[in-house]
């Protein structure tokens, strides 16, 4: 008789716990349901050498856009909940059709140099900085490289006559 009680605890407490998951309500907030919560802005409008800030949460993604006081504008996406991602895409308002590839990865090692060196919570990028730079020779325009097990970087981008569009893609596979 004992062990039925104990039996039949156990399988009530069992459908209480299915109950109770079963009738979680899924957010309906912004990354609501992510572990780490929504992205948060980066940049701030009043860190040196940035004209321009607007950030905007997004029911998928957060979109970032800063203008540098170098005429550069980054529009940086946010995206993914398990597995982050950041898309970078610099324009850069400059005639980009002579570039070669070599010159584009080296300009994205550049612009983390530069946005680590514009205020000291932004020193971060200068670690992305440092490991893009070891692992130059390997980068290819266009194809992801793994930069630590499961994480990668993809470097890209778009020339023009006018300007151009680099693009640095950091993500978890």
């Known amino acids: 008789m004992k062990n039925r009680l104990n039996l039949l605890f156990l399988v009530l407490i069992g459908c209480c716990i299915l109950i109770a998951c079963g ?15 929504p992205p948060k802005a980066i940049f701030k409008e009043e860190t040196p ?20 006081d170098n005429g550069i504008t980054l529009e940086l996406i946010q995206s993914g909940c398990e597995k982050p991602k950041q898309e970078f895409q610099f324009t850069i308002p400059a005639p980009t059709n002579e570039f070669k590839d070599g010159d584009w990865i080296n300009m994205g090692i550049d612009m983390f140099s530069y946005m680590g060196n514009l205020a000291p919570e932004l020193q971060p990028f200068l670690i992305w900085q440092g490991e893009l730079k070891k692992k130059m020779s390997q980068l290819k325009l266009g194809l992801p490289h793994e930069l630590e097990q499961g994480f990668f970087v993809k470097i890209d981008k778009v020339a023009g006559g006018d300007s151009g569009l680099l693009l640095v893609d950091l993500y978890r596979e």
């Not at 009738?23 to 919560?37: D, I, L, R, V």
């Not at 905007?56 to 957060?62: G, R, W």
Request: with cysteine.
């Open 49 to 68: 050498k940035i004209s321009k800030h607007e950030f905007q949460l997004n029911k998928n993604a957060a979109v970032e856009t800063v203008k540098f």
């Open 23 to 37: 009738n979680e309500k899924k957010s309906t907030a912004p990354f609501g349901n992510c572990q780490y919560g």
